[in-house]
């Protein structure tokens, strides 16, 4: 039986906006063949893998914005890859300084205000010495604000003022300092609920909504979900030292179907779960028995090592079943016994079936009735 699988042939980088990505359907479907796709290079847009139109719509607001100084709020669903998008601006902006990161869910609230504006020696128990904040360590750079509905509500009054008059000063300073800092701000929350609520301010955020992009979620652009296996198996398996060039064509059509509520991350750590569990070239990915459902690493382990253990029996016994040599004859007892205290195998006559879906193209089951 011929298995249907997706090659991964090497990417080859090429000058050009876009690395023209092929795909055909047969025994082997190959990536990189005759279907004209495209994605854009990791030269031009880094780490951001992806051909459908929804991409492409977000990737083009990109490049529309990043050349002027507005601020932009990127909305999204966890996942959904809104860092990337970030720098990605940045990296097209006329800013030379640096790119900045600060998640404002990680902040504590009472340490907030020092962390973005920065403080002076002796501000508060504590401070022993001067520390800038974000805001002027990112001047003439842009500052990236993720998870900004988690933003103290108290601080954010502040900001608004330094967004309006470019302008801030230190905890503990009377000192007004002047910043040029391109803000782009991130958030997988409701801000318009938030501020019905009174936990987020309605003047910050229609400072903030200058320019607002929305992340889709992965489930709105299922046809990138091949080009990302195949970014991610390369990824982990260069890491890995593996060799994984292929994918069940079946696992793939069911991976789309999936509806990823992690988004590309959780397909992201699939990969690499799977890339781990794998041993030769075709990667084995363990999928959920619902399409919504969890995926369960220790059983997906599982199952790898019952495969792994008939494989080794199999091969003990020279692949009989039966027979003074056969796993049913002695050379397995131990292994049987474990399998049938399990269910993973039944007797039946002379005859015990095994599952073998773990066994390989060159492994031999010998059967009593001779089929």
Request: hydrophobic residues 35%.
């Amino acid at each position: 039986m011929t298995l249907n699988v997706l090659s991964f042939p090497d990417m080859q980088r090429e000058d050009s906006h876009f690395v023209r990505v092929c795909r055909t359907e047969s025994s082997r479907a190959k990536l990189g063949s005759c279907a004209k796709e495209s994605i854009h290079s990791e030269a031009n847009f880094a780490g951001i893998v992806g051909q459908s139109s929804a991409l492409r719509q977000v990737l083009h607001l990109v490049e529309m914005v990043a050349t002027s100084d507005a601020t932009v709020l990127l909305l999204g669903e966890t996942g959904t890859g809104k860092e990337l998008i970030a720098r990605a601006i940045h990296e097209r902006s006329r800013r030379q300084k640096e790119f900045l990161t600060l998640n404002c869910a990680a902040i504590p609230s009472l340490l907030f205000e020092s962390e973005l504006f920065g403080h002076e020696r002796g501000a508060f128990t504590g401070a022993y010495i001067q520390k800038p904040g974000r805001l002027e360590l990112a001047d003439h750079g842009t500052l990236f604000l993720d998870e900004v509905g988690d933003m103290p509500l108290e601080v954010q009054p502040k900001l608004l003022r330094t967004l309006q008059e470019r302008t801030y000063e230190r905890v503990g300073s009377a000192r007004t300092k002047s910043v040029d800092v391109r803000l782009v701000a991130a958030t997988n929350r409701d801000l318009k609920e938030m501020m019905t609520e009174r936990q987020f301010r309605t003047d910050l955020y229609y400072r903030l909504n200058v320019f607002p992009i929305r992340i889709p979620p992965l489930r709105e652009r299922p046809e990138d979900i091949s080009l990302l296996v195949k970014h991610f198996t390369q990824k982990y398996a260069a890491r890995m030292g593996k060799r994984i060039n292929a994918v069940p064509s079946a696992t793939m059509q069911k991976l789309e179907r999936l509806s990823w509520p992690g988004n590309v991350r959780e397909l992201e750590n699939l990969v690499e779960r799977s890339v781990i569990l794998t041993s030769g070239n075709t990667l084995a990915v363990s999928l959920p028995d619902k399409l919504d459902g969890a995926i369960d690493a220790a059983k997906a382990v599982g199952n790898f090592e019952e495969q792994k253990k008939i494989v080794n029996i199999l091969k003990e016994t020279k692949g009989r079943v039966s027979g003074p040599d056969g796993y049913v004859g002695g050379a397995g007892d131990g292994a049987r016994s474990h399998h049938r205290a399990n269910g993973r195998a039944s007797y039946s006559g002379q005859l015990w079936r095994l599952p073998v879906s773990g066994l390989s193209k060159n492994t031999s089951v010998d059967r009593e009735d001779g089929s």
